[in-house]
């Protein structure tokens, strides 16, 4: 299965990817662990990340789509993969069905997992992370409203995407997730 996981920054996903792997034995392609893991091996791209991700802004599309079409390439790709953190703006889901239409791998499914904006910036805070400061979340917010919440329509276009509702108990969100996906894996 190759899915897209998408939704706000503290919605979620990393607690869900997780067990979502394991189920469907997926490997997990989390933007925001490759960046992080740049940034503190402080390589060139790691450090030229750090300036957007210190302030709650995106990477340059150019960077990340780099990362991503190495990764994809890795052999465990080819056994299905889940992307968490990409794509994040339209530019990136271009790029991402371009680079797929020439393997001839198409996406299965876009999950997005659902939560009011209140909720987010309550979880956020409570995390700790060095990004989770107030002023930082609220960029990250913003910048998922304006450039990755248009994604939803992008895919609904495309007759991919799967919502489901992110706020309950973990085991819960997972029992609303599998039903989508149950039918979708192989
Ligand atoms: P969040 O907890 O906000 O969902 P992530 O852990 O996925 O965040 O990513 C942390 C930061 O890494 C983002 O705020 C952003 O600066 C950067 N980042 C991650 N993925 C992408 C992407 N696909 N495009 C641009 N920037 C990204």
Redesign the pocket.
């Known amino acids: 299965m190759r899915m897209v996981f998408i939704g706000?920054?503290?919605?979620g996903?990393?607690t869900q990817a997780a067990r979502l792997i394991e189920k469907y034995r997926l490997a997990h392609l989390?933007?925001?662990?490759m960046?992080?893991a740049a940034r503190d091996a402080k390589t060139e791209v790691g450090k030229k990340?750090d300036e957007?991700?210190s302030t709650?802004?995106?990477?340059?599309?150019e960077?990340?789509i780099d990362i991503i079409r190495q990764r994809l390439a890795e052999p465990d790709c080819q056994g299905g993969y889940l992307l968490?953190?990409?794509?994040?703006?339209i530019a990136?889901a271009e790029a991402l069905d371009r680079m797929l239409a020439e393997t001839g791998t198409p996406l299965d499914v876009v999950l997005e997992l659902r939560v009011p904006e209140d909720e987010l910036f309550n979880r956020?805070a409570g995390r700790g992370?060095a990004?989770d400061t107030p002023q930082v979340i609220r960029q990250?917010l913003v910048?998922?409203r304006q450039q990755t919440e248009p994604l939803l329509a992008y895919y609904t276009g495309k007759g991919l995407l799967e919502s489901v509702d992110g706020l309950g108990a973990v085991e819960e969100i997972f029992d609303r997730v599998t039903t989508v996906l149950d039918p979708l894996a192989r």
């Open positions: 706000p920054p503290g919605a996903k990393g989390s933007t925001g662990d960046l992080r990340a957007y991700m709650g802004q995106l990477v340059p599309d960077i990340i968490d953190g990409f794509p994040r703006t990136q956020l992370r990004d990250r910048a998922y």
